[in-house]
């Protein structure tokens, strides 16, 4: 049997991590090669939405479970600041940009942010 232990639990918020980043990157690539706003489709909206709930509930469970609270470790604040960030600056990019122009440099802000956050967490 599985043991839903914290070493689990941390292993499915990585892999997460990296389903989650790859569905963003895929996106991201889509809008600099059509130059267009990504419409609601089945992998472009629902499944990365999915993930990113289970993501962010993979996340608040490692939380809990070590007591790393924003309050107390100023890491996980800064995480919890830069999560805000980057889905500001990923609806920018894939959605919310009026221009081509203005999605592409949200876009390259979002990958800078996400990168940060992935040191962050690694390196704390
Ligand atoms: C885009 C969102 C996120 C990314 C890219 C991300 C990235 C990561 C990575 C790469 C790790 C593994 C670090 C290692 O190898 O040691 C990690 C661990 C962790 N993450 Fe996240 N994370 C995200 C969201 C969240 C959220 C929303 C929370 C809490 C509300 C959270 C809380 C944690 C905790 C507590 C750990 C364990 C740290 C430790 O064991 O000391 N993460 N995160």
Do not use: E
Request: glycine residues 8%; contains cysteine.
């Amino acid at each position: 049997m599985i043991a839903w232990d914290y070493g689990f639990m941390k292993g499915v918020h990585q892999l997460l991590v990296a389903i989650s980043a790859t569905l963003f990157l895929g996106r991201c690539w889509m809008m600099w090669r059509s130059n267009a706003v990504l419409g609601r489709t089945l992998g472009s909206r629902y499944l990365p939405d999915a993930i990113d709930t289970l993501l962010l509930i993979s996340g608040i469970t490692l939380m809990v479970l070590s007591a790393q609270y924003p309050t107390t470790y100023l890491w996980m604040f800064f995480k919890l600041l830069l999560l805000l960030l980057y889905i500001v600056l990923g609806a920018v990019a894939l959605h919310r940009g009026k221009t081509a122009r203005v999605r592409k440099w949200a876009s390259v802000a979002a990958i800078g942010v996400l990168g940060s956050m992935i040191a962050l967490a690694m390196l704390h």
